[in-house]
T-cell receptor
Framework: ETGVTQSPTHLIKTRGQQVTLRCSSQSGHNTVSWYQQALGQGPQFIFQ???????GRGNFPPRFSGLQFPNYSSELNVNALELDDSALYLC????????????FGPGTRLTVT | RKEVEQDPGPFNVPEGATVAFNCTYSNSASQSFFWYRQDCRKEPKLLMSVYSSGNEDGRFTAQLNRASQYISLLIRDSKLSDSATYLC????????????FGSGTRLQVQP
């Protein structure tokens, strides 16, 4: 196991609602990245946090936002949910002083109806 | 053109077979390369990093050809437990450590 945890495991929301997903990184890792994985696709990079600041962002709209806390845990917030936001949301932890490998948590499966 | 392209498969092979997956990437500045394995409805797990000199881990061998922007994974003596989706992953070298994933190649090893 990677030691990366995510909550909740599953979530069902209605279009237009807001959601917060949580992630605790592996011990010793100071960087958290979030990915969205739609069915049948590879994960797509949303953004990355390092030292509580956003350290890069993929092609996702501003309604996707995040936070990183002093203990390196992180949140992903999505406002005004759309049906296409239904996906597996993955958190990955890494260390910027280490290699480029990232270690994934089990994910949160979000369904928007 | 996708940044990382893989044959989606599925590859259906008998136990004990040797199977090879290929992947191409578009960004010549890419710095790091990996294969991840993903079981159905689970998270991706790092299988191995890929180095220019090629590297082997038991039954798995990975190769990188920077000139052709091509990555491969060879699995020898396939086991039933190797059945999964194999994701080709690249760090595009943009200064941040985001990973770019291919869509994955599905492998089904049959008894």
């Amino acid at each position: 196991e990677t030691g990366v945890t995510q909550s909740p495991t599953h979530l069902i929301k209605t279009r237009g609602q807001q959601v917060t997903l949580r992630c605790s990184s592996q011990s010793g890792h100071n960087t958290v990245s979030w990915y969205q994985q739609a069915l049948g696709q590879g994960p797509q990079f949303i953004f990355q946090y390092y030292r509580e600041e956003e350290n890069g962002r993929g092609n996702f709209p501003p309604r996707f936002s995040g936070l990183q806390f002093p203990n390196y845990s992180s949140e992903l917030n999505v406002n005004a949910l759309e049906l296409d936001d239904s996906a597996l949301y993955l958190c990955a932890s890494s260390s910027l002083t280490g290699g480029y490998e990232q270690y994934f948590g089990p994910g949160t499966r979000l369904t928007v109806t | 053109r996708k940044e990382v392209e893989q044959d989606p498969g599925p590859f259906n092979v008998p136990e004990g077979a040797t199977v090879a997956f290929n992947c191409t990437y578009s960004n010549s500045a890419s710095q790091s390369f990996f294969w991840y394995r993903q079981d159905c409805r689970k998270e991706p797990k790092l299988l191995m990093s890929v180095y220019s000199s090629g590297n082997e881990d038991g039954r798995f061998t990975a190769q990188l050809n920077r000139a052709s922007q091509y990555i491969s994974l060879l699995i020898r003596d396939s086991k039933l437990s190797d059945s999964a989706t194999y994701l080709c992953v690249v760090n595009p070298g943009t200064g941040r450590r985001a990973l770019t994933f291919g869509s994955g190649t599905r492998l089904q090893v049959q008894p």
